[in-house]
T-cell receptor, first 114, second 114 residues
Framework: GENVEQHPSTLSVQEGDSAVIKCTYS??????FPWYKQELGKRPQLIID?????GEKKDQRIAVTLNKTAKHFSLHITETQPEDSAVYFC?????????????FGTGTRLQVTL | KAGVTQTPRYLIKTRGQQVTLSCSPI?????VSWYQQTPGQGLQFLFE???????NKGNFPGRFSGRQFSNSRSEMNVSTLELGDSALYLC?????????????FGEGSWLTVV
């Protein structure tokens, strides 16, 4: 089955700096890659997603890049703010399953300090 | 539009007991999936239901089961509870089944087994 590795497990940046979280996946058939943000005690919420026919997608301060050849994708957050502090999960889904069956990375705890 | 609703939010059970968790998807969503979240194992897929049929199942023992009703509401049951079943159980819904369909999580049910 699909395996998703996520790095780093923790990340501390100063407010205004950029943060980058990287994920690799094992199944070359995977073609949908969402990112979720989970604040303490809250539900995971989708912040951005990308499909395999796209190399990059941007939404304000958040961007995701995908390298299908290398089987890795990354989340980029620019001009970080304290409210960006949370745990971020990457995930991958394959056409042999359904979008609901996502394989998640182990999460990155991002802390934005003042 | 109301989000995914899960009940109960918090519960404490004793080893050997069984528990039933309930999930109401977003109105109009027909696919419901369940995930277990623990600090050690992260987010793990349990199963997914669509049109009252289980479409996918994760690697969990038979003590974990679920069902979906004609109104798309879903329940999951865990029998013969073990200490290791203590976790946050998240329900997610999506409009239809299929890769690339965004899933939306509920707030979860916190289960503590003592």
């Amino acid at each position: 089955g699909e395996n998703v590795e996520q790095h780093p497990s923790t990340l501390s940046v100063q407010e205004g700096d950029s943060a980058v979280i990287k994920c690799t996946y094992s199944d070359s058939a995977s073609n949908y890659f969402p990112w979720y943000k989970q604040e303490l005690g809250k539900r995971p919420q989708l912040i951005i997603d990308i499909r395999s026919n796209v190399g990059e997608k941007k939404d304000q301060r958040i961007a995701v890049t995908l390298n299908k050849t290398a089987k890795h994708f990354s989340l980029h957050i620019t001009e970080t703010q304290p409210e960006d502090s949370a745990v971020y999960f990457c995930a991958a889904s394959t056409p042999t399953g359904t979008a609901s069956k996502l394989t998640f990375g182990t999460g990155t705890r991002l802390q934005v300090t003042l | 539009k109301a989000g995914v609703t899960q009940t109960p939010r918090y519960l404490i059970k004793t080893r050997g007991q069984q528990v039933t968790l309930s999930c109401s998807p977003i109105s109009g969503h027909r696919s419901v999936s369940w995930y277990q979240q623990t600090p050690g194992q992260g987010l793990q897929f349990l199963f997914e239901y669509f049109s009252e049929t289980q479409r996918n199942k994760g690697n969990f023992p038979g003590r974990f089961s679920g069902r979906q009703f004609s109104n798309s509401r879903s329940e999951m049951n865990v029998s013969t509870l073990e200490l290791g079943d203590s976790a946050l159980y998240l329900c997610a819904s999506s409009l239809v089944q299929g890769v690339g369909n965004t899933i939306y999580f509920g707030e979860g049910s916190w289960l503590t087994v003592v």
